[in-house]
């Protein structure tokens, strides 16, 4: 798997569509929806940490060099 949030959304869709899947047994269906959870769970924190990153460039980009000692991940803190 790439990096890229569309990697994850493709990854979403495809577990859909496993969820999905008409000739499941029932534990085929459980096992299938533990793995929905689990990867529900780690999406969530792909999403968040990309917010977090699209916050980061906001504030960068209102207001420039001023907020890079606040921001570590971009700028030097000094």
Do not use: W, Y
Request: glycine share 4%.
């Amino acid at each position: 798997m790439a990096n890229k949030l569309s990697d994850l959304n493709n990854h979403l869709f495809d577990q859909l569509k496993r969820l999905g899947a008409a000739d499941l047994t029932p534990e085929q269906l459980e096992q299938e929806c533990n793995r929905t959870t689990a990867i529900v769970a780690i999406a969530d924190q792909i999403s968040e940490t990309a917010n977090l990153q699209l916050k980061a460039a906001t504030l960068f980009a209102n207001h420039g060099m001023s907020v890079l000692p606040m921001l570590p991940l971009i700028g030097k803190s000094e």
